[in-house]
């Protein structure tokens, strides 16, 4: 069995699907080819492939294609009816690739739809690359910020905490609370899960009682509030916000436009200097004035956009999505051949399109 793992094309995309210290331990009957370069900006180099048993080469050929983001139009049409492709597909906002890849007969497995049960914990990438973008966005808030995180007590004066406020609980901004933490900031937090409260606090945060709750799906996302609540939030944040030096956003809802948390109004009733690091900045962000892909200055508040944080830092971010791919990859492949079995409840919730077979 072949497993072929392209360079990445999408602008800014640093990541590769496949590290070699993963080729190494891939097991029997699976020779891993990689397209030369695949792995440079993640800092592994051809050589390293090779010496942990890859071939360099063409990847589109193989029976199996590992990639970090979906292919292009042009990718796709070297892809072949049967193949299997595991990818961030997009399954909920691509439509048009998604329909690509049906009519090519190609076996679409997205990481995205990985169901979120005990057993496939292991494959869960959505969850490792939210985990390296809620420490970035930390990160990113502590740079900005022309404060110090922690507490001072210096022969100068004391320098009190910076006040953090993360919105969104889920696995990035649980990452963002424990590395704003750690840096020493005070930090509240807020989700509509009710569940999140004891997760937060566990963390050494303030759950910030906004007096909404919203409802967890049976995946544990959340579903999305209604209109009335909508606005009932971004009131209650209203006069909250300008008690925060640095607001960290991340709340999601699957398939769905982020939802806009911050206002423009809040925005401007912050501090000249505050920061805003908005994570849902790729599907619309959580703030009015997000503007995705860049950093803007709004009355002094500086607000980052950034997109593909996990990018970022492509070594790590490579290497814990590799450790998935590999999982899933080990339940798609038995002895050395690809092997579907469809009654596996992580390999049809993870398919997304397939090729058909007449009865
Ligand atoms: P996500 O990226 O879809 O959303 C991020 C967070 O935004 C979520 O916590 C969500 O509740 C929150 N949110 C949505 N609308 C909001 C609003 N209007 N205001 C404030 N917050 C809002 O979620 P995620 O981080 O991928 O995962 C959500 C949860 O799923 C996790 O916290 C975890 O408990 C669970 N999970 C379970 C497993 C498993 O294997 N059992 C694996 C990973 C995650």
Request: proline share 6%; with cysteine; glycine share 10%.
């Given at each position: 069995?072949?497993?072929?793992?392209?360079k990445?094309t999408?602008?800014?995309?640093?990541?590769?699907a496949?590290?070699?210290?993963?080729?190494?331990?891939?097991?029997?009957?699976?020779?891993?080819?990689?397209?030369s370069?695949?792995?440079?900006?993640?800092?592994?180099?051809?050589?390293?492939?090779?010496?942990?048993g890859?071939?360099?080469g063409?990847?589109?050929?193989?029976?199996?294609?590992?990639?970090?983001?979906?292919?292009?139009?042009?990718?796709?049409?070297?892809?072949?009816?049967?193949?299997?492709?595991v990818?961030f597909?997009?399954?909920?906002?691509?439509?048009?690739?998604?329909?690509?890849?049906?009519?090519?007969?190609?076996?679409?497995?997205?990481?995205?739809?990985v169901?979120?049960?005990?057993r496939a914990?292991?494959?869960?990438?959505?969850?490792?690359?939210?985990?390296?973008?809620?420490?970035?966005a930390?990160?990113?808030?502590?740079?900005?910020?022309?404060?110090?995180?922690?507490?001072?007590?210096?022969?100068?004066?004391?320098?009190?905490?910076?006040?953090?406020?993360?919105?969104?609980?889920?696995?990035a901004?649980?990452?963002?609370i424990?590395?704003a933490?750690?840096?020493?900031?005070v930090?509240s937090?807020?989700?509509?899960?009710?569940?999140v409260?004891?997760?937060?606090?566990?963390l050494?945060a303030?759950?910030l009682?906004?007096?909404?709750?919203?409802?967890?799906?049976?995946?544990?996302?959340?579903?999305?509030l209604?209109?009335e609540?909508q606005?009932?939030?971004?009131?209650?944040l209203?006069?909250?916000?300008p008690?925060?030096?640095?607001?960290?956003?991340?709340a999601?809802?699957?398939?769905?436009?982020?939802?806009?948390?911050?206002?423009?109004?809040a925005v401007?009733?912050?501090?000249?200097?505050?920061?805003?690091?908005?994570?849902?900045?790729?599907?619309g962000g959580?703030?009015e004035?997000?503007?995705?892909?860049?950093?803007?200055?709004?009355?002094?508040?500086?607000?980052?956009?950034?997109t593909?944080?996990?990018s970022?830092?492509?070594?790590?971010?490579?290497?814990?999505?590799?450790?998935?791919?590999?999982?899933?990859?080990?339940?798609?492949?038995?002895?050395?051949?690809?092997?579907?079995?469809?009654?596996?409840?992580?390999i049809?919730?993870?398919?997304v399109?397939r090729?058909?077979?007449?009865?």
């Amino acid at each position: 069995m072949r497993l072929g793992v392209p360079k990445e094309t999408a602008p800014g995309e640093r990541r590769v699907a496949l590290v070699p210290e993963t080729v190494g331990r891939l097991g029997d009957g699976i020779e891993a080819v990689v397209e030369s370069g695949a792995g440079d900006a993640a800092g592994f180099g051809d050589d390293a492939y090779r010496e942990a048993g890859a071939t360099i080469g063409d990847p589109w050929g193989a029976d199996v294609v590992a990639k970090v983001a979906a292919p292009t139009a042009e990718e796709a049409a070297r892809l072949h009816s049967g193949q299997v492709l595991v990818a961030f597909l997009q399954p909920l906002t691509d439509t048009a690739g998604i329909e690509r890849l049906a009519a090519a007969g190609v076996h679409g497995f997205a990481l995205e739809s990985v169901p979120r049960i005990t057993r496939a914990q292991p494959m869960d990438a959505l969850s490792s690359q939210a985990t390296v973008a809620g420490y970035k966005a930390a990160l990113l808030a502590a740079d900005r910020l022309p404060r110090f995180f922690p507490m001072l007590m210096t022969a100068a004066g004391t320098i009190p905490p910076a006040k953090v406020l993360v919105l969104g609980a889920g696995v990035a901004g649980l990452q963002a609370i424990a590395t704003a933490r750690r840096l020493g900031a005070v930090v509240s937090a807020f989700d509509v899960r009710p569940a999140v409260r004891e997760q937060v606090e566990s963390l050494g945060a303030t759950f910030l009682d906004l007096g909404i709750h919203g409802e967890e799906t049976e995946g544990g996302y959340a579903r999305e509030l209604t209109a009335e609540q909508q606005v009932a939030q971004q009131a209650e944040l209203q006069a909250r916000i300008p008690g925060f030096d640095a607001v960290i956003t991340t709340a999601a809802v699957p398939g769905r436009p982020a939802p806009k948390l911050v206002t423009a109004d809040a925005v401007r009733a912050m501090r000249p200097g505050s920061v805003i690091v908005d994570l849902a900045a790729e599907s619309g962000g959580n703030s009015e004035v997000t503007q995705p892909g860049q950093d803007i200055v709004v009355d002094g508040v500086t607000v980052i956009g950034t997109t593909n944080l996990p990018s970022t830092m492509p070594t790590h971010a490579s290497q814990l999505l590799s450790r998935n791919v590999a999982s899933l990859l080990a339940l798609l492949v038995q002895d050395g051949a690809v092997k579907l079995d469809w009654d596996d409840e992580i390999i049809s919730g993870t398919c997304v399109t397939r090729k058909e077979v007449a009865a």
